[in-house]
């Protein structure tokens, strides 16, 4: 099984739907984060949950919203985006939150807003 | 003020050359880690070794090397005999310790692109 699972793979979406990211990790970690990849930009942290807990939001707007269950899933949900939002969408899990820690990531979700 | 500078955006060798990737990065604490990741075509960030500031011995890993300068600010990577499966983008990232309970971002590079051609 692989480590860091994402789904799906691409997704192509109008400004007005409504969709959501999944996430899903096997390794045992307690800690799970998503970024976002746009071309010529360094990685950004967008959210961090600890133990099913947030624990950061790095001033993402309202139109993403996250969801952690538990410790093994996360979502990204989208409405209402912009074309500006189209980027890799990367998810990752570490196996508690401490930056000194490696992380694990999956192979991502490459979103277009059209 | 964190900062990672990757200088080579892009670079391209023929198959079984050595090639080096930059790495310099910027930070005031005395207690960091360094990362280095690889970014194949399928697009997941896969890890490859972590250093901390007090561990300034190179590593060797296979036909991976990394050599640690704290003298520099630098964390280099060298891949010896390159192969095409090495084509990939690679990410240097730095993280400070920071205080108790005080997570700290990760600080990322903006990559460099390896094209290793038969």
């Known amino acids: 099984e692989t480590g860091v699972t994402q789904t799906p793979r691409h997704l192509v979406m109008g400004m007005t739907n409504k969709k959501s990211l999944k996430c899903e990790q096997h390794?045992?970690?307690?800690?799970m984060y998503w970024y976002k990849q746009s071309a010529k930009k360094p990685l950004e942290l967008m959210f961090v949950?600890?133990?099913?807990?947030?624990?950061e939001n790095n001033s993402v707007p309202s139109r993403f919203s996250p969801e952690c269950p538990n410790s093994s899933h996360l979502f990204l949900h989208l409405h209402t985006l912009q074309p500006e939002d189209s980027a890799l969408y990367l998810c990752?899990?570490?196996?508690?939150?401490?930056?000194?820690?490696?992380?694990?990531f999956g192979p991502g979700t490459r979103l277009t807003v059209t | 003020a964190q900062k990672v500078t990757q200088a080579q955006t892009e670079i391209s060798v023929v198959e079984k050359e050595d090639v080096t990737l930059d790495c310099v990065y910027e930070?005031?604490?005395?207690?960091?880690?360094l990362f280095w990741y690889k970014q194949p075509p399928s697009g997941e960030l896969v890890f490859l070794i972590r250093?901390?500031?007090?561990d300034e011995q190179n590593e060797i890993s296979g036909r991976y090397s990394w050599n640690f300068q704290k003298s520099t600010s630098s964390f280099n990577f060298t891949i010896t005999a390159s192969q095409v499966v090495d084509s990939a983008v690679y990410f240097c990232?730095?993280?400070?310790?920071?205080?108790?309970?005080?997570?700290?971002?990760?600080?990322w590079g903006l990559g460099t692109s390896l094209a290793v051609n038969p």
């Open positions: 250093r901390n500031s007090f």
């Open positions: 930070t005031r604490d005395t207690t960091y880690y």
């Open positions: 990752a899990s570490s196996q508690i939150q401490s930056f000194s820690y490696e992380q694990y």
């Open positions: 949950y600890n133990f099913k807990e947030q624990t």
């Open positions: 390794l045992g970690h307690n800690a």
């Open positions: 990232a730095l993280s400070e310790a920071g205080t108790a309970g005080n997570n700290r971002k990760l600080i």
